[in-house]
Nanobody, 121 residues
């Protein structure tokens, strides 16, 4: 299992932006797919954004963007124009993805504990 720590959550006002961090310890992010999810009580966890090992990025909404710092093994989720409906626990996952020149020693998906984001109206 890979150790993952999310940070950056807290209370934000509607319309503001917030950037969450996902520190994936001791890995080469060029070998890992990292995704962000969010969940509210009583609902299923939903995918928000992700960055592939080769740098390809996707998100569920255009106001969400994901980026990474390879040297720091950290993936960021920037969310703009926040609304109360964005209130959730945001969680990061990482999984080694096969690629040229290396072999993944595990195909398990690792998860962080999550960080709470609360958006006030």
């Amino acid at each position: 299992q890979v150790q993952i720590v999310e940070s950056g959550g807290g209370l934000v006002q509607s319309g503001e932006s917030v950037t969450l961090s996902c520190k994936v310890a001791k890995v080469n992010l060029r070998q890992f797919n990292v995704n962000w999810y969010r969940q509210t009580p009583g609902t299923e966890r939903r995918w928000v954004a992700g960055i592939h090992r080769d740098g390809e990025r996707n998100s569920v909404e255009a106001r969400f963007s994901v980026s990474r710092n390879i040297a720091d093994s950290t993936v960021y989720l920037q969310m703009n124009r926040m609304t109360p409906e964005d209130t959730a626990v945001y969680q990061c996952s990482a999984k080694c993805a096969q690629g040229p020149g290396y072999v993944c020693i595990s195909d398990n998906t690792s998860w962080g504990q999550g960080t709470q984001v609360t958006v006030s109206s």
